[in-house]
């Protein structure tokens, strides 16, 4: 029985951002924010939180993507399947690492020291069992 595989998932994204400055100029922004919105109220989406004033920027982001592959099939090429995308949004510690890194790193730092000192600690204790070990015969 021959199967055919499933084509991967598109490999091409576009990431755009905008301020709400820009979101409010361009109609066919608006229009799209104005869809999602009435989109959440019918599923009965709950906000996701409470709008604060704070000093941080908003930017609103748009994801696009192709599909990046080609098949034979004209209806699979037609209408590809839906992209699945995961946004992941972490706060930067000292613009170097993820927050939700920092555990993970502080681990392999720790464990890291602990072999440097471990291994020092078994070489010192093989260079004396070679000192200590006694000399072969020669005849």
């Not at 400055?21 to 919105?37: E, G, K, N, R, V």
């Not at 748009?62 to 599909?67: F, G, H, L, T, V």
């Not at 706060?91 to 555990?103: A, C, E, T």
Request: glycine fraction near 4%; proline fraction near 10%; avoid cysteine.
């Amino acid at each position: 029985m021959l199967t055919q595989p499933l084509p991967q998932q598109p490999t091409d994204f576009w990431l755009d951002t905008y301020t709400p400055a820009q979101i409010f100029d361009t109609p066919a922004l608006i229009s799209s924010l104005a869809a999602h919105s009435e989109l959440r109220k019918e599923l009965g989406d709950e906000p996701l939180g409470t709008w604060q004033e704070t000093s941080q920027s908003l930017l609103f982001l748009r994801i696009q993507s192709a599909a990046s592959f080609y098949s034979l099939n004209k209806t699979l090429m037609d209408h590809p399947p839906p992209v699945d995308a995961d946004i992941i949004l972490d706060p930067f510690l000292l613009n170097i690492l993820p927050q939700s890194l920092g555990p993970t790193a502080i681990y392999i730092a720790i464990v890291a020291i602990g072999a440097w000192f471990l291994s020092g600690a078994v070489f010192r204790w093989l260079l004396s069992i070679a000192t200590d070990s006694p000399k072969p015969h020669t005849d």
